[in-house]
């Protein structure tokens, strides 16, 4: 089955682009095209979208705003956010907003293709160590915290699991954890995936974002 796409920027051109290189790919298709956040909330109504590519700066809604009320909604598509420049702020906002990951809009059409597929997949899409410059640079926008990590649901965690996330926070693959802690890339995934699934968050971006957030982590990619 075909990877249903929605792309949503108020750039009619650089939308005729995506669209060209998508249609060329046989597991794809576009489904829907909208011009700002707010056509592209009503177009989610009647058409069953499987990701978003979503540009943040537009008129009328915004792209962030725009993931923010998508990714809330129940079964909600992946949003990939688009941006024109790498360490943006918006970009930021639209990872705490939910979405699975970004890219920069003059990015090479192989690597958003692998993006899409990725994101489709559950897997995020912003390399670990570009995710860790984002919140190192805007960690002023994140809630204070408190000597030790507020988040209840951190509780949950095994001690094993508390230290994988804190390396998945601080930059590292699953094969540089696995070599940091002697344990095989399955064994690193599989506790990844509890960790996803205990503290209720979609991907591993959400959780560099909730390590910050609580304190698990501080700017400069260093743990508590």
Do not use: W
């Amino acid at each position: 089955m075909s990877i249903r796409v929605m792309l949503v920027d108020d750039q009619v051109l650089l939308r005729t682009g995506f669209r060209m290189v998508l249609a060329a790919q046989p597991d794809m298709e576009v489904v829907a095209e909208a011009g700002d956040g707010a056509e592209a909330i009503e177009n989610l109504r009647s058409t069953a979208v499987d990701v978003v590519l979503m540009d943040v700066r537009m008129p009328r809604l915004d792209g962030v705003e725009a993931t923010r009320r998508i990714c809330a909604a129940p079964n909600p598509p992946k949003v990939l956010i688009l941006t024109t420049f790498d360490l943006d702020e918006y970009a930021f906002s639209g990872l705490k907003a939910g979405a699975s990951g970004f890219m920069l809009k003059d990015v090479p059409p192989g690597e958003l293709l692998g993006a899409i597929r990725s994101v489709h997949s559950g897997d995020a899409v912003v390399a670990p160590s570009t995710t860790r410059r984002l919140l190192d640079r805007f960690s002023p926008m994140l809630p204070s915290s408190g000597k030790e990590p507020q988040h209840k649901e951190l509780e949950r965690l095994t001690e094993r699991e508390r230290e994988v996330m804190l390396l998945v926070a601080q930059g590292l693959s699953n094969g540089e954890i696995a070599a940091r802690l002697v344990l095989s890339e399955a064994t690193v995934k599989t506790h990844v995936g509890r960790i996803l699934t205990k503290l209720a968050l979609r991907d591993r971006v959400q959780v560099v974002v909730l390590a910050y957030e609580t304190g698990l982590v501080r700017a400069g990619g260093g743990g508590r």
